[in-house]
């Protein structure tokens, strides 16, 4: 009898916010997982070309990053050519070497045979600045490039 | 005074730290791109190397300063350039034993012999921009993996495309071994022989 009772001054039951947190925790740990961290703060603009024919790169410490492109608007002041960027800085062609040596030199020696580079592009950079990229590879022997771009229709490169 | 329980803990600031953290995560975090096109320089010599090939061997492709693609001397749109690289590496017109059995192309004489001796030549100027050669590459590529995927459904009944996927899972059921085997066969039917010459001044 007590069950029906109270039926008629009983209030909304307000609602719970109690696992408003556990939501969240939720939403934030598939962003952690599900996102990349950038390894180098980009000085350069790097809108990068699609393809259709990409493998993807797997192991992610046995690459290598260089990017070119133009510099982007806060660091105008260091002219509009196209420029290769080495970690964190702007880096001229030689010292491309350098700093594929010195990436070797942090690895172990099994795994020197299978570094590969990714050249980070921008699609708007001309190719004489990705020739001499490519010859001062050629010249320290690091063969194995791979020409990051974004998955898509090349159809979307025209435009 | 002896009332020493311990007072409950807000937990209403909870969702705010945990939105806090999230959104940090959100702005510093950007979805970087791990895909791109696999490629290997040839290694440099001191003096170059002269090749003795027949003309009709080669496909020269040529990208010039205003972005125009020539392929064997006259202009083409980029979109028939996968076909035109299907035809020329398919063609198979070499006399008896130069021939190729497994290609479908139109023997045409004056195109290539047989997969093995046909050569991509690509050349391109300083001037080109990054993303036509980019696009000239992906549409090459597109068409060695069109014929590889031909020639591998007809013999194993995969295409060669699921078989690169496949040697790359870890959850393969199969011999790997075999795979491969199968993979180099491919390959060997369809050599990816890309030349690129020193661009043009």
Redesign the interface.
Known sequence: MNTFKNKKNQKLPEIS??S??DI??M??FF??V?????EDTLMIENR???????????N?NL?MSIYAGKPSSRYIYVGDEAKIQLNDKFASLQEIKSFILSERAGKRDAEIPFL?T?LK????????L??DI??E???V???????????GD??N??Q | MVNRTAPMVNAGSMADIAFLLLIFFLVSTTIETDKGINRKLPPLLDEPVIADIKERNLFRVEINQQNELLVEGELMKIDELKSAAIAFLDNGGGSANQGCDYCLGSKDPLSSENPGKAIVSLVNSRETNYQTYITVQNELMAAYNELRNRVSTKLYGVSFLTMEESLKDPNYVGSREELKERIRNVQSLYPEKLSEAEPRQ
């Open positions: 916010t109690a408003l947190p969240v925790f939403l934030l962003f952690m599900a996102t990349v961290m950038r990068l070309p699609y393809a259709d024919q990409v493998e993807r790169l797997e992610k690459v590969i990714a592009v921008d699609k708007d950079t001309k190719m004489g990705v020739g490519k010859k590879l050629r010249a022997n690091a063969l194995k490039i791979n020409y990051t771009t974004r998955n090349v159809a490169n025209s």
